[in-house]
Each structure stands twice: as C-alpha cells, then as structure tokens.
C-alpha cells in the first residue's frame, strides 16, 4: 500500500468551509475571534468539534481540562497513540487560523486517511487543545502543559481572569476538574505533529509553502528599572540631571545596535515602557521597560545578556541613573525531533511542495511536547507575516499544502 | 528719609507663622497644600487674605477674575500704582511657599514700610492673583492674563476641569465673573515686583540669597508621533522591524547629547512618553513623546530646533519609521525691566544680602506682566531644589532676605 497523493485533492472549499464554521464560535462579527479558555464560546466550539469528530467516525471524548481528543484506532501498535492538532483558544479579538487551522487540518487529514486505506496501525488522535495563548488567565500551555505533566487541572494554580474568576472555579463551571473524564496525562504518546501558521513573514518573503521547524526559540523576558531624580524641566541644567528617560534611551539604543550586530537569528523587543512621573514638564524620576529576548541557542543567549547588562551598568554609572534587572520569564530552546524533521522533508518532497527548515521565534504547544516525546511543528504562510488579529490569513493553496504534507506525515508514521 | 534696614530684623517668627497660616487652607496634613481656583478652600484663603489686608490697614477690594488687591494710596503720583505679590492657587499636593510667600511677603514689606514712613508717594497694591499653576483647569496665568489683557473673565475660554466643570462656571459659583467687581486689566500698573521661591537649585548651589532674574526663558513645547509597523516579536528578524520605540530611543539619545553640547542655558526634557500597543512580546506599531525646550534667547531655540528636526527626519528615513512633529506651546522669552534689575541689584547691596543676576528656566506670572510693565522677579533659594511637593522649603533667614530686598526696592520706587 502506497499513499495516493491525490487523496487530498479537493479540500479547499472544505478547509476554508471549516474555518469559516469555527470562527463563528466566538466570532467578532468582522473577522476576528475571541475564544478565551473556559469561556461559552470556547465550550460551545469543543461541543461542535467533538459532535464533528463523532459524525466522521472518530471516537471522540474529552479529558479532565478540557483537551478533546477524535481517535481512530490503530490496529496493531495497542500501545501508544500518535497526537495530532493545536490549541482551540484565541487571542483577544484574534484570526481565524492561529490554532484552529491545526485542529481542522488534522480532522481533514486523518478523516482522509482513514477513508482512503481503513484503520491505521497505530491509533491517531487529533486533539483540540484547550489552552496556549494566556488571553483569560496569566499562565500559557494549559492544554499542552496537562498532557505533558507540566501542570495537573487538580491542583490548578491560583490564578485569575479579570473579573476575578480563578481558572478552577471557570474549569468546573465547564464540567471540568471534577474527575468526570479521564486525567489528562498521556505516558502514550508516542509523538506529537503540529501544524500552524507561521506568524510571521519569513515564508512568504522566501516563497516557500511548508516550513519545517528544526528548533523553537527560547525566550527570556525582563523587566528593568531605572532610578534617577525627577525635577523641574525648566530650572535643572542638564549637566545636573538624572533623567530616567534619556537614561532608558541610551540603553534600549545600546541594545538595539548590539542585536543588529549579534546572531541573525537573536530577536530584541522593547514592547512596554513607562516614565514616571509621566507629564511634559517633569524630569521623569523613574522609567521602567520590558527585554524580551529569543534564540534557539541557550549560549547565545547567555552571551549576549551577560554583554548586554555590563554595557547597561557602565551606562548607569556614567550618568548617575540607577538599573535594576529582574528576569521575569526564561523559557529554555526545545528541539523537534530530528527524525521526524527528516520524515517531514521527505514528506513535502513526496507531494512535490516546496518547503524550508526554519526557527520558530514564536512558542508554541509544540515546545511543551518537545521535552515530552518526539515531537515535529510545521508552519504554513502568513500573509504579510500577520497574526494575532482579525487581518490574519492563509491562501487556501497554502492550506491545501498543509493538510497534504500532514497527511503523508501522518500515513508514514501510522500505516507503514 | 532714608530707609532703615533695621525695620525688618524681627519678621522671622511673623513670615513663618503667616506660611504656616496660609498652608492651613487647603492643607493636605502633611506639609502639602492642595488650593484650586475656585476652590472652597481657595476662596477661603482668598477671604481670609482680605480680612489680613483690612486689619493691617490696606483697602482690600476684589476684581472680577476673583485677583485680590490690598492697597495703600500713595500721597503724590495718583495715576498709576506699583503692583507686588504673587498667586494665591497651587499644583496637587504642592508646597507651602510657592505663591504664596510672594503674596506673604509683600504684605509684610508694605506694611512694615507704612508703619515705618507712613503712606507712600505713589501707591502700592499687594496682589494676590488668582491663578498661574494650571492645575485644575488646562490653562494658566488666568490671574496676570486677566490683569495685563491676554484673558478677560467676561469671556471666560470653553475649559474644563476633571469633573467636566467650565471655568465659568466654577468662578461665578465663587461670585466672580458676574460683573460685581472692578474689570481685572490694570492699565495703571507702573510696574509689578514679584518676589518667589527659585524652584531650582542654582542659588543654593551657588551660596547667594537671592536671584535677580534679567530674563525668563521662552518655551517650546512638542507632541512628537512616530508611526512604524507593529509585529510579533518573536518571529520578526530584526532587519525587517520598523520599531517605533528603537526609533523614539534613537531620537531621545540624540537629542540629550545636542542638548548638552549646546549653550548651558538650554534646557530640553522629553517628560511623557507612550508606546503602543505597550505590551512585552509585541514590537511597538507607535510612539510618542513630548519635549520641553527652553532658552531665554529666541534666535537659540530657532537653531537647536531646526537642527534636531533634521536630525530626526534622518532617523526617520533610515528606520522606515514615520515622524511627525506638532508644536503645542510657544511662550516667548521674556526679559525683565533692566532699571528694575539695576534697582534690585542696589537694593540687595544697600542692605547687605548676597545676589547674583540669573535666568528664569521656570515660567511666573512676572513673564506675562514683562509684556505689559516694567517688571522685576526676585528669588530666594529652594532646598535641594525642590518644589511643587511638601518637602518645599526656604530657610528663615533666606525668607527674611526676601522680605528685605523687596521692602528696599518697593521704598526706592513708592517713596523716594
């Protein structure tokens, strides 16, 4: 038995049907989705999915957080099960794609398959992911996390939505963390795919259709403080100044031309920034920004903080300002797992798509599996490299692309 | 006649009480004082002044604008009167001495030069002006704009207050703007004194008691708009950003440095500053900042700016980040009545107290009247420099000075 690649053919319309269908759970009305963890459009689209998955043949079932799983029995290797999907939840006022893409394409995919030559060997399970963005409470991966052991919906952290309302009290009210459905843990994973949107504009600037992630980034994320004196913007002389701003200025240009200068791969963002005490007239006292910093090689990255704050206190000493860092966040780089990158390849190849290897600057629950079990994550283009937003958007050829190489992906691992 | 510099040598313990007096309406409890225009407690305090004024033997009247005036008829010149005093209103939380010992302290002086010599030959009107700071409504000098025409209360400007209360408003619920009082503009000032605290820390650094201001600075104020492109800061290489803060960064660093090597009387703030969408992992779309730049020299705020815009217009075509730069105030430098200032100089020699002429960086109300009549501005020091706060202060003896330069001067030019 061979894969057919002809199989997939004809989804277009069927994958930009099924978008269009789950965008409506949650949808602003103008293209874009809200679909926070936990919320009733979020139940609402977990329902749909799973009387969907029922509908096409799969034995579809829940877990205790509210993961969906749409199983398709394998016939020989009882042991373990091949994971497939994204995560269900959206951003504020997010796109269409980013997650549910993954979940439909593996649907379709799977479905495909299934029709075209029976049951698999191994068993495949799509999974709906309940969690990845952190939009509703202040903790990412809740989905990936409770299948890989990171977090356990027993015990759910104390953490709170802005109304107030902890995860665990919107857990239960969902019918979840009760023991209901079975513990979401899966020592049976034997590995997990991943197929997303890229997030940004590197694929479509090298006019690739498939990007095949060798290594997610890590990320660490800071929060610096600076200390001077505010006073009198018109009576203080400038050589009697310790102006916060200019202060927090001279660093973030420090930091910006020693990025330029660094690894190609190495991102630097200032997202956020304050000066207090924020008026025209005021020397600012206090300003305060965020250092988000990412690359795949954990060495890079110590590298080029360890230069980066040495070149800040030099700053602070020279003009009086006092700094602070306080590292708020330190994700470590995951690899994917070589030999499935490797099959991925042949995969694209197989199907005659164009493809690339790539870094993905961005997180994913595919780096929460990656310490789990072999785990691989492929991007399809983002327009303009636009996510997070209701301008986000895929070509359907690009889908179509997806869904094929996920396919033969998928019939390599599970029927051969 | 001639003056007798020992009729000041007791006012210590008398000024002191007086500020403590004053601060106690609108009193914050710790050291601060809290006095809006058209406030209950502002107009306590402007009635409790006034009850002062008549007890001391002044005619004590209101305008229109709610100015109030304590006047001794002069005995010779009856066509115009000297004006001395300062604003009664002050910031949030402010302090106990800005304004207010300007009003205080010519109270003493006129008083102390009455008893000591009986009526002037020109008359004399304390002033105690109903608005400079700007803090509750967005607007300022509404006291000397009203005396010296730039405001007319009888066509009170469309502004409003936190509460969505119009100046208008808020004046005739305190009497005023009702046309019950004498119309504010004074076209018989011979001229105004007016006798402040530094509100900067050149005199204390420098070791004299008081400052004769020959120049108050001219102000510039900037809206400054960079437009770049908003993106996800993980997956966007850092040569294909269009950072609107990386740019802000560039722009403030820029400016400090020009700022510092340009004449020492410049001075250039950026005090507020905003970024969007202000969050970590995202690269900022849009920034924005202001900048507060003062020079008593017309011809150097011209040539600073128009370099500095250059400047900026290159940043901007390097980055791809889009500048716009809206002026939002110009206050014209103002200079100070040179016979007045030669007159002051006299007065501090004669009686002895350490001075040196200096430039205003802040704004007063004597800007406003240095376009209407010969005008003189005199300062004692501020500790540390500090103002606009309740750690304001002014050492006793330094109060005293004060006190006794001005009752010189106001005996040069009422009585000799």
Known sequence: ?????????????????????????????????????????????????????????????????????????????????????????????????????????????????????????????????????????????????????????????AVYDRDGVSIEGAMKRCGFGKGRYRKPFRHDAKCFIELHIEQGGILEASGRQIGIVTDIVGQRRYTIILKGESNHAGTTPMNMRKDAVAMMSLCISCLMKKAKAADPFLTATVGQLEAKPNVPNVIPGEAVFSLDLRHHNETVLDQFSEDLFADFAKLSEESGVQISVQQTTDVKPVKMDPELTRLSKQSAENINVSYREMISGAGHDAQIFGRHCPTSLLFVPSRNGVSHSPEEWTKPEDLISGIKVLSNLLYTLAYE
Chains 1, 2 share one sequence.
Not at 9 to 36: D, K, Q
Not at 49 to 66: I, V
Not at 101 to 126: C, F, H, N, W
């Open 1 to 157: 038995m061979t894969f057919d690649t002809s199989i997939t053919g004809s989804t277009a319309s069927e994958i930009e049907h099924l978008i269009t269908w789950l965008a409506s759970f949650g949808g602003s009305g103008e293209g874009g989705v809200t679909r926070f963890l936990y919320s009733k459009p979020w139940l609402e689209a977990q329902h749909a999915l799973k009387e969907k998955m029922t509908d096409w043949g799969m034995e579809a079932y829940f877990d205790d957080s509210g993961n969906l799983f749409g199983r398709i029995a394998g016939t020989k290797n009882m042991s373990g099960a091949i994971l497939t999907g994204s995560h269900i939840d959206t951003v504020t006022n997010g796109g269409r794609f980013d997650g549910a893409y993954g979940i439909l394409a593996s649907l379709i995919a799977v479905k495909q398959l299934r029709d075209a030559y029976g049951a698999p060997k191994t068993s495949i399970e799509v999974v709906s992911m309940c969690e990845e963005e952190g939009s509703r409470f202040p903790l990412t991966f809740w989905g990936s996390g409770n299948l890989t052991g990171l977090f356990d919906c027993g015990k759910a952290p």
